[in-house]
């Protein structure tokens, strides 16, 4: 796993305040309640600050962070763009 992938995860057990995202990368984290719209600011923000990268709620798909795999792959092209 990435240091991108790592710092990710920590980050996004912060904000969802739960470690299974970490045990499992296929969580859907909408559907099992693990996110909600507030979390998902606030991960906008933290992922701001941990990354310094910019996410817009205009630019957020809740498709592409649907589960921690896919909000790993999206954040790690943001970096890469």
């Not at 309640?33 to 817009?56: C, N, P, R, Y």
């Not at 630019?59 to 790993?72: S, Y």
């Amino acid at each position: 796993m990435s240091t991108t992938s790592t710092r990710l995860l920590e980050v996004l057990k912060n904000v969802a305040e739960t470690d299974e995202v970490e045990r499992n990368l296929d969580l859907p984290l909408y559907d099992s309640q693990v996110l909600d719209s507030m979390k998902t600011v606030d991960l906008m923000v933290a992922i701001s600050e941990e990354f310094g990268i910019e996410i817009s709620p205009a630019e957020f798909e809740r498709e592409k962070w649907a589960t921690p795999r896919l909000l790993i792959a999206d954040v790690e092209q943001r970096l890469a763009s």
